[in-house]
């Protein structure tokens, strides 16, 4: 099963080979680890994943769950799944073992987390948000909040959510009604209603830990217009007494479930808050508590936000992944047709991996799908260098670095491992399009992922509105440094040194477009094609890491001249800088002037 779901030898070349994290073991805190550990770690996800995660998923994707009016019920797998994984104690994997947590490096357990988001998307939805949602407490609440909420969702007593959108606004937070209104005690009753919520409402914890966005009204009574209104409150399901314990219903109520196209394994809802459907302490209002101070709310949830960004890349690519896998058995096994210019029919069909349009969509989903990985892990590597590098300077670097390639680490394998999964329904036929293969559910799991935490347009807007400019272009200069450390470390070598001048090449493409753009005062005109501006940066970058990971993959055939994988990493490289490169060009000359017409016509006209 797990040959079928992420490939194990594909993330041990990209750790270890690759990255080199071994090396984050020299560091103190991650000095209790070696080798031997970190690989045991990846073998306890992987076990999970095909035991328990992956035997369901299916089952998820015909049988939602559903709310009788008083509960929501899910499958019973998922309870046992999650169980399981908290009993490992990977809930905490990251943490310090103060609190129940293994210190494991957090590309590794990044790593970990794509085989069961691989094996079973919804499932592992509840855990994400989870974990999410107390390194949020853990970095922005007090200590006592820690105490009573975090404690708890590591040991999988509760779990928790993010709760940011409104009908109203959508993605457009300034916009947000939700009312937090101050009470005696310090505490706040919020009054108002969530939207798209996952994870929102279950039975499978104590308790649900909802981390709300909501305003407090002024003196008049009055919501502040825009984000420096937001605050951030902590609203359970169930309200905490001091010593943790699980009190009365709090003011938190479902409104009803959304039914998705795809992960819908995992609960999505409607909640209202302050309804007066209960009242704890005798009055309506759903309690909560301020974490962090009034009015910084936004700031405390986009810290949970970008570290979720980097999950959705990484989810991304681990459900193109496990699509790439199952087309590639079934090209490997399906017999149909027979090569140009055999003409006789009494032949045997061949197998699908054998003609020509098949193997170019093979290697163009692992082309996406391995260059995604990439891409996410090399990320979540930066959050490790960023925390624990030794020196001041290098982690400012990659704290700059992480912020620069976060936008990127969660739209391109949103969108490109997205592609990958389409690809493996057409490898598959007919016979793609039917519930009776996996793949289908797959793109349609997958097709979330480009929404979620931000879409696409979001991110591109992100990249170019703020993050490009950062700082002078500290980050900008910082990325073109170590892509030119790639270049002339591919340079040395037959096979790569072609591509890398064209790597060379497109970067530049990028920086004057990156310059050109600056120029522009307007900035509706400067961010109007910001879309194809992501697409352009995002593909130069993934092109930067295939070089870099191909570098790797040439010294370990080297090494193992009969290694069959590394030779298929140096192919799909290839295909990336044929086939992939090119498109910046055009994707560029739209830039160059910026293409107007879509801001141009007129709305009757569309």
Known sequence: MSCSTLSRADVDFLLFDWLQVESLTLRPRFSEHSRETLESALKVYEDIATRLFAPHNKKNDQHEPQFDGERVQVNAEVAEALAAFCETGLM???????????????????AGFAFLTAANAGTSAYAFLTMANANLLLHHGSAGQAARYV?????GRYFGT???SETNAGSSLADITTRAERQPDGRYRLFGSKMWISGGDHELAENIVHLVLAKVPDEQSRLRPGAGGISLFITPKYLVDPEGGRGERNDVSLAGLNHKMGYRGTTNCVLSFGEGRFKPEGAAGALGELVGEEGRGLSYMFHMMNEARIGVGLGAAAIGYTGYLHALEYARTRRQGRLPGERDPSKPPVRLIEHADVRRMLLAQKAYVEGGMALGLYTALLVDEAATAQSEAARGAAARLLDLLTPVTKSWPSQWCLAANDLAIQVHGGYGYTRDYNVEQFYRDNRLNAIHEGTHGIQA????????GADGGAAMSI?????????LKAQRSLVLSAHAAELRTAWHRIRETTERLAKIADPRLRLANAAVYLEAFGHVVVAWLWLDQSCAAERAAERDRGNNAQRGKLAACSYFFAWELPKIAAWTRVLDPVERTPIDLDETAF
């Open 92 to 110: 905490a994997a990251i943490h310090d073992e103060e609190i129940g947590g293994m210190q494991l490096p957090y590309v590794v357990e990044r």
């Open 151 to 155: 404690q708890p969702m590591m040991n």
């Open 162 to 164: 993010m709760c940011l």
């Open 461 to 468: 807007a992100d990249l170019l509105g703020r993050k490009v």
């Open 479 to 487: 990325l073109e440094a170590r892509i030119e450390a790639t270049v």
